[in-house]
């Protein structure tokens, strides 16, 4: 049954609270998420360096989402597979392997995604230059 004050202001506030430490496990106790922040920091600075659309922000946006949500389930996944299955198992190694897939899957789609929206800038860039 519900608690009656999660549904208060205040309980609002704590499960924001939640979420953020939830962010910051992920990005601390994981390699590729770190990875992840530094490819989006980069990413959101050439996008102002070129001065995207606001369709071009858009697909940058659902991708930089698609990865950051596949990266957290991705971790979430791995730290309740170790809690149900301390020791070694056939199964959870390859739940494990599932998990970091999706996050290759959407890695990739956003680098083509990225390749999609910046390619004619970059190009427009070396003609410029020539």
Not at 49 to 61: A, D, G, H, N, Q
Not at 71 to 95: G, I, R, Y
Request: net charge positive.
């Amino acid at each position: 049954m519900s608690n009656p004050n999660s549904l208060t202001f205040t309980g609002r506030i704590r499960s924001f609270r939640y979420a953020f430490r939830g962010i910051g496990v992920m990005i601390a106790s994981q390699h590729n998420a770190r990875i992840h922040a530094a490819a989006t920091l980069v990413v959101t600075l050439v996008g102002f360096y070129f001065r995207l659309s606001r369709s071009e922000w858009c697909m940058l946006v659902l991708a930089f989402m698609a990865v950051w949500i596949a990266e957290a389930l991705n971790t979430a996944f791995e730290f309740l597979t170790d809690v149900a299955s301390p020791e070694f198992h056939p199964l959870a190694e390859k739940a494990k392997d599932v998990a970091a897939g999706a996050v290759l899957i959407a890695a990739f789609g956003a680098a083509l995604l990225g390749l999609i929206v910046f390619g004619p800038h970059v190009l427009a860039l070396l003609r410029v230059g020539s």
